[in-house]
């Protein structure tokens, strides 16, 4: 198995490790849904490195989930927040979160905000869902958030490197926007 195959197993069993539901007699429909959402953005995530034929995002994004992951389990590991519903000392941060913020981080910052807006309206219903299952409160979710958004901010760049230029005409205003990427 090639790098890529074993980068590819990796995303796949964390992500399931994501998806696996803590409490099997949770039947909430919208716990449900955010534990689906937050597997399907990193994933698809992922995915569209493949269909933009981006290596070096590919490699990026690795980077990016592999250290979210891990800055993630650490913090719990060494917290040992309880869960509002108390069945554990893992709340703090929420880790459905931190994934399915760092898939629309990493959309967001590789391929531009137009293309990342559903992610990151998938990935507010994620904490949400994660509040409403009382899994966590909204500290642990924003932190979860916060995670996932820097490790895909600090370690993906844009696509396209290039200088963007835009005009802001109004009644009373004119501009001229010079944006670059670094």
């Known amino acids: 198995m090639n790098g ?49 034929d ?11 989930f592999a250290s979210n992951m891990a800055a993630t389990q650490l913090l719990k590991s060494t917290i040992h927040k309880e869960r509002p519903n108390g069945s554990d000392d893992n709340a703090f941060p929420s880790r459905h979160a931190s994934v399915a ?18 992610a ?3 990935a507010g219903f994620v904490a949400y869902s994660r509040v409403n299952a009382d899994e966590h409160d909204v500290t642990d979710v924003l932190a979860g958030a916060a995670l996932g958004i820097a490790s895909s901010l600090y370690l993906t760049k844009s696509y396209s490197d290039q ?10 205003y004119y501009g001229l926007s010079v944006h670059y990427n670094f």
């Open 54 to 64: 981006d290596k070096e995002g590919r490699q990026q994004f690795y980077y990016g």
């Open 101 to 118: 913020f760092q898939g629309a981080s990493f959309i967001h910052k590789r391929y531009g905000l137009e293309y990342s807006i559903p």
């Open 4 to 52: 890529n195959g074993y980068a590819s197993l990796i995303l796949l069993s964390t992500s399931l490790m994501v998806a696996v539901p803590s409490h099997a007699d949770n039947n909430s429909r919208t716990e449900t849904a955010g534990d689906i959402i937050a597997v399907a953005i990193p994933a698809i995530a992922y995915g569209s490195t493949f269909y933009m």
């Open 163 to 172: 200088l963007h230029i835009a005009t802001d005409l109004a009644p009373d």
């Open 120 to 122: 990151y309206i998938g």
